[in-house]
């Protein structure tokens, strides 16, 4: 099999993100979905790549090493509906010595942080100060708290309007408008 740079630049992207569903290789390789099953298929059978049905999303990713965690394929999810429009993306963010699963700082200047709280832990100080920290950059700020459930609406979510909790099928709604300025949430 001879790969073509389609496939080199699927398997740089799944190996840079630990892996993708075939939704997130359609929406970024593929004109139709049919040809990315078909194409990573083959890689697959070729031993390019790894495929399992992911035990919480309950859709067939692809991988290298091992599959990829709920919380990489939230983040993967995102990077996705955000496609060219990302200046900047670092996984486990630190400010003030808490961490985001990842920041994504749009060209034109909006941040954007992703918490994944599967278990509805993430607790509301640390929301605020990620927030009150992210807010004297002057940017605007969006901050999406994805989780598998319906996640209880906290102090932080009432107090400051850019924090947003929704699940992962959501993610494309609500970023479809944080690639102009300024970011406004629906």
């Known amino acids: 099999m001879k790969l073509t740079d389609r496939d080199v630049n699927i398997i740089n992207f799944i190996t840079e993100n630990t892996g993708a569903t075939i939704e997130q290789l359609h929406e970024l390789f593929f004109p139709s979905y049919n040809m990315a099953a078909k194409r990573l298929k083959i890689l697959s059978d070729n031993n390019y790549l790894k495929e399992s049905i992911h035990p919480t999303?309950?859709?067939?990713?692809?991988?290298?090493?091992?599959?990829?965690?709920?919380?990489?394929?939230v983040i993967t999810e995102v990077l996705v509906a955000l496609k060219d429009n990302v200046a900047y993306m670092k996984r486990e963010y630190?400010?003030?010595k808490l961490f985001v699963d990842c920041i994504f700082i749009l060209k034109n200047g909006n941040i954007i942080t992703v918490e994944v709280d599967i278990f509805n832990r993430t607790k509301e100080s640390k929301l605020i100060t990620i927030y009150n920290e992210l807010a004297k950059t002057n940017a605007n700020i969006t901050m999406l708290v994805v989780s598998k459930h319906e996640r209880r609406q906290g102090v932080a979510e009432k107090r400051i309007g850019r924090i947003k909790n929704i699940k992962i099928d959501e993610i494309k709604k609500v970023l479809s408008t944080c690639t102009k300025v300024p970011c406004i949430m629906k």
């Open 94 to 96: 630190e400010i003030k």
């Open 57 to 73: 999303l309950g859709k067939k990713v692809y991988y290298i090493k091992k599959i990829p965690s709920y919380h990489t394929l």
